[in-house]
Structure formats: structure tokens, C-alpha cells
Antibody, heavy 120, light 108 residues
Framework: QVQLVESGGGEVQPGGSLRLSCAAS????????MHWVRQAPGKGLECVAV????????SYADSVKGRFTISRDNSKNTLYLQMNSLRAEDTAVFYC?????????????WGQGTLVTVSS | DIQMTQSPSSLSASVGNRVTITCRAS??????LNWYQQKPGKAPKLLIY???ILQSGVPSRFSGGGSGTDFTLTISSLQPEDFATYYC??????????FGQGTKLEIK
């Protein structure tokens, strides 16, 4: 079955960097657009970045534009999120999410999430 | 950007009750509306897509409706496992989709 497993979270000081990874299995990874969705403690869900199935198109939320970079390696079935210039308000659980596209578009598979804490 | 507004933000109900959660979009999104359920410490789970299509494996007590700007999620008879937070999401404005702020459903 489909599995998305995030890693790379942890505690970092403001201004620091982290790289998240998401290992995918049980799916033809190269066929799907992939997203990073975050959730600050006690808050709602926010899409922060999306990458097309072949990596040719990327989009970012305004809140992370210029600081975060999404990428993928289809030969390794892995999604990445490079996060630079981290701020306290970036503290959140980050989920790797598959987008299903057909007659409708929706997020059908989510990873378990990885916690990023930005604190001095 | 399309804004999504859910109401109520929280709701108390009893097992067996029928409950309805509303989601309003700031502009027409046709039927490009999805619903997710999230339990504490867990990732969200897709319940309904295309405004009214039940995801495989989701109990039939869940139903969705609406189109344009106004949508509903109804649970016909609450079960203990349904107490959770529910989010709507628009998938009309690609590629960055937006969520509602969530509705926390609690046991009365």
C-alpha cells in the first residue's frame, strides 16, 4: 500500500536551516504532484509548497517564498523541502502529501508528519 | 486567493446526533471542495472529494453537499470515533489549495 514517511525534522535556532525528506513507496511516485502541508501547534492546515510530477513546476505559499525550496528525486522516490532562514512562526508539523488528479483534485495520502521546532 | 470559512469553529454533540458543518468559499469553486477528518496526533484523512463523493472506506453516515460557494458536511448519526476536527479544502484554484480553519467536534 502507499506509504509516505517524512524525516529530517528537529529543533533549530532562528535563522537556521533544515532539510526534510519524504520517502514514498507503494505508488508510481513519478506520476504524482506532491505537496508539503504544515500545521502549527493547535492551528489549522497550510499548504506551503507543491511540485509537479516531473519537477518542472513549483509553487510556494507567500509565507515561505524565497526561504523554502521543494524538490524531488524520482529515481529515489523521494520528496524534499529545504528550509532556510527559519523563523519561530515556522514551528509546525510538516506533512508530505500526494495529490490525486482526475475529475477531481484532492489529497488522498498523507505521511505521519515530522515536527520542526524553531526556537532559541 | 480563495478564502475558506467554516462554521461553527467548534461544536458539541452527543452520540447518535445528526450534525452539519458548513464551509463557505470567498468565490465560486464549482464542486471543487474536499473534506478531511483529523484526530489528535494524527495526519488528516480524506472523507469526501468533489463536494459529495465519499472516499473509499468512509462510512455512509458521512455525506457532503453544495456547489458554488456554500458546502456542507453532514454526519447522520454520530459515533464515538467521529469526534475529531474537520477541515474543508478548495481544489479549484490550483496549484495551491486552501483549507478552512477547522471545526472541532466534541462530545457533549
Amino acid at each position: 500500500q502507499v506509504q509516505l514517511v517524512e524525516s529530517g525534522g528537529g529543533e533549530v535556532q532562528p535563522g537556521g536551516s533544515l532539510r526534510l525528506s519524504c520517502a514514498a513507496s507503494g505508488l508510481t511516485f513519478s506520476s504524482f504532484d506532491m505537496h508539503w502541508v504544515r500545521q502549527a501547534p493547535g492551528k489549522g492546515l497550510e499548504c506551503v509548497a507543491v511540485i509537479s510530477y516531473d519537477g518542472s513546476k513549483k509553487s510556494y505559499a507567500d509565507s515561505v517564498k524565497g526561504r523554502f525550496t521543494i524538490s524531488r528525486d524520482n529515481s529515489k522516490n523521494t520528496l524534499y523541502l529545504q528550509m532556510n532562514s527559519l523563523r519561530a512562526e515556522d514551528t509546525a508539523v510538516f506533512y508530505c502529501v500526494r495529490e490525486k488528479k482526475g475529475a477531481d483534485y484532492y489529497f488522498d495520502y498523507w505521511g505521519q508528519g515530522t515536527l520542526v521546532t524553531v526556537s532559541s | 486567493d480563495i478564502q475558506m470559512t467554516q462554521s461553527p469553529s467548534s461544536l458539541s454533540a452527543s452520540v447518535g446526533n445528526r450534525v452539519t458543518i458548513t464551509c463557505r468559499a470567498s468565490q465560486s469553486i464549482s464542486s471543487n471542495l474536499n473534506w478531511y477528518q483529523q484526530k489528535p496526533g494524527k495526519a488528516p484523512k480524506l472523507l469526501i472529494y468533489g463536494a459529495s463523493i465519499l472516499q473509499s472506506g468512509v462510512p455512509s453516515r458521512f455525506s457532503g453537499g453544495g456547489s458554488g460557494t456554500d458546502f456542507t458536511l453532514t454526519i447522520s448519526s454520530l459515533q464515538p470515533e467521529d469526534f475529531a476536527t474537520y477541515y474543508c479544502q478548495q481544489s479549484h484554484s490550483t496549484p495551491m489549495y486552501t483549507f478552512g480553519q477547522g471545526t472541532k467536534l466534541e462530545i457533549k
